[in-house]
């Protein structure tokens, strides 16, 4: 079975950091592009950072440049999300997702989110002031 498991989120003071993991099972790992996504409450789901771990090409959103970085373990097939300097509007279910394919890292994030293959089931963020 394909399985995208996002886990690490949790409770955080603004200024504090958490760590993110997506475990990635059922299907090859070289072969997608991983991304993280976002959805704050009331607002639409975006696109925050993607990896080819092929290449470890990254991508990021303004939001979250400079204070989050994105890392492929490919022995593991896991993809982390290092999450430094929140702020209460990083507040949000953060979810991992798979799109196969050979794209540019770039080009994936810009991608619908229909074109994405596997999501895993959220994982919350929770930043207090």
């Known amino acids: 079975d394909v399985q995208l498991q996002a886990s690490g989120g949790g409770l955080v003071q603004a200024g504090g950091s958490l760590r993110l993991s997506c475990a990635a099972s059922?299907?090859?790992?070289?072969?997608?592009?991983i991304c993280w996504f976002r959805q704050a409450p009331g607002k639409e789901r975006e696109g925050i950072s993607c990896i080819s771990p092929s290449d470890s090409r990254t991508v990021y959103a303004d939001s979250v440049k400079d204070r989050f970085t994105i890392s492929s373990d490919n022995a593991k097939n896991t993809v982390s999300l290092q999450m430094n300097s929140l702020k209460p509007g990083d507040t949000a279910v953060y979810y991992c997702a798979a799109h196969f394919g050979w794209l540019d890292v770039g080009a994936v994030m810009e991608s619908p989110e229909y074109e994405y293959d596997y999501w895993g089931q959220g994982t919350l963020v929770t930043v207090s002031s």
């Open positions: 059922g299907f090859t790992f070289d072969d997608y592009h």
